[in-house]
C-alpha cells in the first residue's frame, strides 16, 4: 500500500519561508518521480514543482527562483523549500507520487498540509 505522509506546513509570514517534507512508502522511492501540487479553496489543483527520478526538476513559472525541491532516495522523501512566501500562496500543498518528465502527475497523492502565509 502506497503511503505519502506530508510534514512541515504552518503559519508563516508573508516574505518568510517554510520547508515541506513528504515521507513515501509502499513504492521503490528511487523509480519514482515525485512533485508537489497546492490547491485553495474553489480551484484547481496546480502543480508547483517536480523532481524526476534522474533529479531533475520542473516548476510552475509563479515560484521559479524561490522554491527548491530536493529528494533523498536513502531516506525515501521528497522536500519542497519555500522561500518568499506570499499571502496568495496559502493553500493545502500535496505531495504527489508516480508522474514523469513529460505528464508530472502521478496517480498517489499524500492527504496534504495546510500552508498559511499572513500578509
Known amino acids: 500500500q502506497v503511503q505519502l505522509v506530508e510534514s512541515g506546513g504552518g503559519l508563516v509570514q508573508a516574505g518568510g519561508s517554510l520547508r515541506l517534507s513528504c515521507a513515501g512508502s509502499?513504492?521503490?522511492?528511487?523509480?519514482?518521480?515525485m512533485g508537489w501540487y497546492r490547491q485553495a479553496p474553489g480551484k484547481q489543483r496546480e502543480l508547483v514543482a517536480f523532481?524526476?527520478?534522474?533529479?531533475?526538476?520542473l516548476y510552475s513559472d509563479s515560484v521559479k527562483d524561490r522554491f527548491t525541491i530536493f529528494r533523498n532516495n536513502a531516506q525515501k522523501t521528497v522536500s519542497l523549500r519555500m522561500n518568499s512566501l506570499k499571502p496568495e500562496e496559502t493553500d493545502i500543498y500535496y505531495c504527489?507520487?508516480?508522474?514523469?518528465?513529460?505528464?508530472?502527475?502521478?496517480?498517489?497523492w499524500g492527504q496534504g498540509t495546510q500552508v498559511t502565509v499572513s500578509s
Open positions: 504527489n507520487a508516480g508522474g514523469n518528465l513529460r505528464t508530472q502527475e502521478g496517480q498517489y
Open positions: 509502499g513504492i521503490i522511492f528511487s523509480s519514482t518521480g
Open positions: 523532481i524526476s527520478v534522474g533529479g531533475f526538476t
